[in-house]
């Protein structure tokens, strides 16, 4: 079935009516960087008096969930923590609870602070933020492996640098059983005006060097997807994925079941959504914020 674009009212109201729960991605659907979707704190605030469980699903891991509380706040959005399931906090989850990752075992992690935080909570250690340091041929025998990492984690790193790519490196080559996780692989990150290299495209220096293929949290891969689907207890039938992105929002909806909303307030354009060979799209429409128009009839 070709993906639907929703325009009217009509069209707003039956979308809503028929789904108890929306899964949202945040940035191309909630804001651009610092600035509210128009008119969605409406939509939102409209969806929570109808009675909708919403949930933000984000791989961005740089920002911890607590944090993200706080940013919602900043934008006139009402959230909650256990609102939230980022790429971050399901990575703790994962290594926390299904690895049982030992007491005794750092994670070296290349990522910003929300990382450090989620697996902080949990009890995991963390190392790595620290190696700032220039290295060059002639200190490149500075970097050994270290007995007490048991997990190379990656995600956005915008001060990334080579000094943590070699520890990386030589800890998933010499260290024997260092598990190798990814928050996720986005290839892009929007931000400003424009895209750039997102944790994907930095991940591929360190899989091509190593030779090895991390597990994947973020959408659209099924870690993610297992600990969202179980931790909230959703029923695919009336669970709407909504996002930006094809490649990672959509899909991750189309492989959980889920029907999926694209909006065109991010990657995605309605070119791309038309074309047969993308993730299909359930439904399309320009903007999240346009769903205000039912606040009206409440």
Known sequence: MSPQKLATRNDYKVLVDKYDTFLFDCDGVIWHGSKAIPNIQSTLSMLRSRGKRLIFVTN????????????????????????????????????????????????YVIGGSGIRKELQEVGIATMGQDDKAPVDLSTLAEIEPNSDVGAVVFGIDFEINYRKLSNAHINLMYNPDCLFIATNDDRTLPGGKHVYPGTGSMLSSLIHST????????????PMLDCVMQKYHLDPARTCMVGDRLDTDILFGIRGGLSTLCVLTGVADEASILDPSAPQVTYYMDSLGDLSELEMTL
């Not at 993200?68 to 399901?90: D, H, N, P, R």
């Open 60 to 107: 961005n891991s740089a920002t911890s969930r607590s944090d993200y509380v706080t940013k919602f706040a900043k934008l006139g959005i009402q959230a909650k923590t256990e609102e939230i399931f980022s790429s971050a906090y399901a990575t703790a989850v994962y290594l926390s609870e299904v690895v049982q990752f030992p007491p005794n075992k750092t994670a």
């Open 211 to 222: 030779q090895r293929t991390p597990l994947v949290m973020g959408k659209p891969n099924k």
